[in-house]
């Protein structure tokens, strides 16, 4: 099956300073990226859908200036958080897919656990 | 939007048969997908159903009834490596988004 790699695995961060999260592709390229979220015990909420080359769609709630997303290529999105403060310690996964719609299968990366102290 | 709910957790003993359950509220998908996840790890593909009916994978199974906006999971001979959390989830017809289910911890003693 299809790789998906994400880095780095775990980071712990000082409030205020701003993470990046890598999420790429390996074998196949990747025309839409979702990053999620995952707080212990719960789901995963989509944060945002990433297409190459445009600009992320946020999901309602998501603050787009505090969760950057870069999907410059087809095989590599980031995800920056900016100023990041305690209440967003919690799991990051980015997922890709193919190009196509309907039942395409979703890849998923390793995860993040960011921790902000 | 989506609405999928499942219970929250299902315990169980080796070798039995459990059923988890999903009931969604859609305004339309492609099929029910289903998904395990260790504590600590990313979510793995288990099986997808775009039709009505049984779809089964080994020891898992998986059933869609689009007229009773239901679908289930069904493992069988239960291993203690099964214990994870499992999750429900649809592509939404509009947006292309995978949206995930409320989740069940299936918990599988000796």
């Known amino acids: 099956g299809a790789v998906v790699s994400q880095h780095p695995s775990w980071v712990i961060c000082k409030s205020g300073t701003s993470v990046k999260i890598e999420c790429r592709s390996l074998?196949?390229?990747?025309?839409?990226m979702f990053w999620y979220r995952q707080f212990p015990k719960q789901s995963l909420m989509l944060m945002a859908t990433s297409n190459e080359g445009s600009k992320a769609t946020y999901e309602q709630g998501v603050e787009k200036d505090k969760f950057l997303i870069n999907h410059a290529s087809l095989t590599l999105s980031t995800l920056t958080v900016t100023s990041a403060h305690p209440e967003d310690s919690s799991f990051y996964i980015c997922?890709?897919?193919?190009?196509?719609?309907?039942?395409?299968?979703?890849?998923f990366g390793q995860g993040t656990r960011l921790t902000v102290v | 939007g989506q609405s999928l709910e499942q219970p929250s957790e299902v315990t169980a003993v080796e070798g039995a048969i459990v059923q988890i359950n999903c009931t969604y509220q859609t305004s339309g998908f492609y099929g029910l997908s289903w998904y395990q996840q260790h504590d600590g790890g990313a979510p793995t593909f288990l099986s997808y159903n775009a039709l009505d009916g049984l779809e089964e994978t080994g020891r898992f199974s998986s059933f869609l009834s689009r007229s009773d906006s239901y679908g289930y999971l069904l493992l069988q001979e239960l291993q203690m490596k099964d214990s994870a959390s499992y999750f429900c989830a649809v592509w939404e017809y509009n947006t292309d988004k995978l949206i995930f289910g409320t989740g069940t911890r299936l918990q599988v003693f000796p």
């Open positions: 074998d196949f390229q990747a025309t839409t």
């Open positions: 997922s890709a897919r193919t190009a196509g719609g309907g039942n395409t299968e979703a890849f």
